[in-house]
């Protein structure tokens, strides 16, 4: 319960989470992030990078979950692993560490690296795989937990003899929650609000946003975006290019 009211604070200094999305912080980030305890039982002292964390998901609320195991939140951008280092700081976690750097530039080996939709998985495998230590000490081997919403099927294939795919929509199902949007729709739109806040930094950036699939017309999509988002346009692929001439020649004359 001291995790809301520490993410209501920061959110009103820095977007870190969405500010409509910030009324759902439990069931669309923490219940998510947890979904990876469901599928894997970390021995103790195993150690875990939590690559992209941003403001500390899924690694914080994992380390409060799992005391037993150790945590180590990257973040390229600073103001957001401030956030996670500071929660983790006021909620008296031992078992995490954070750093402000690339993955390119983490030294250190893990057990397992974790990641919460931060970028492609041919990417996720490129800078991590150097990190990830040799001996195994739990039942799983050494390696990279991915929590990915959409369609993985071709994502996934050049990984098929090696990857194992756990569907977390029958996991939140049984619990009478809404199985799909916890596995698909939630890191779905988390995935772009990422990638949108690293093109959109500050309230002085300006920019154009262009979703390219027709999913996010649906209602339960348009209900998750942010605020700022309200003034959004429908257009075509073949108008996209005129949209956003419009919008540039728009914020000249202003």
Not at 20 to 30: G, R, T
Not at 64 to 77: A, N
Not at 155 to 174: M, T
Not at 218 to 225: D, G, M, P, V
């Amino acid at each position: 319960e001291a995790l809301e009211p520490l993410y209501n604070e920061w959110n009103a200094k820095i977007n870190v989470i969405s500010r409509k999305d910030i009324q759902h912080l439990y069931e669309h980030h923490v219940l998510h992030s947890l979904g990876i305890a469901k599928v894997m039982d970390f021995a103790p002292d195993t150690e875990v990078m939590d690559l992209g964390t941003g403001g500390g998901f899924p690694g914080i609320p994992l380390a409060i979950l799992l005391p037993h195991v150790k945590f180590h939140l990257v973040d390229s951008i600073g103001k957001k692993i401030r956030v996670a280092t500071d929660i983790a700081k006021r909620i008296h976690l031992k078992n995490t560490t954070t750093a402000n750097h690339r993955a390119e530039e983490e030294k250190h080996l893990f057990d397992f690296v974790v990641s919460r939709a931060v970028m492609p998985l041919t990417d996720l495998i490129r800078v991590s795989r150097k990190n990830i230590k040799r001996r195994q000490q739990n039942i799983l081997p050494n390696g990279l937990i991915c929590l990915k919403g959409g369609e993985l099927e071709e994502e996934s294939h050049p990984y098929r003899d090696e990857a194992l795919v756990w569907n977390l929509k029958d996991y939140f199902d049984e619990r009478s929650a809404d199985g799909y949007a916890f596995a698909y729709t939630y890191p779905g739109m988390n995935k772009v609000l990422q990638a949108a806040g690293r093109v959109i930094r500050t309230d002085e950036d300006e920019g154009v946003i262009v979703l390219l699939d027709d999913r996010f017309l649906r209602r339960e999509y348009i209900a998750l975006f942010p605020k700022e988002w309200g003034d959004y346009k429908v257009t075509s692929i073949d108008g996209i290019g005129e949209n956003v001439v419009q919008f540039w020649n728009s914020r000249r004359s202003d």
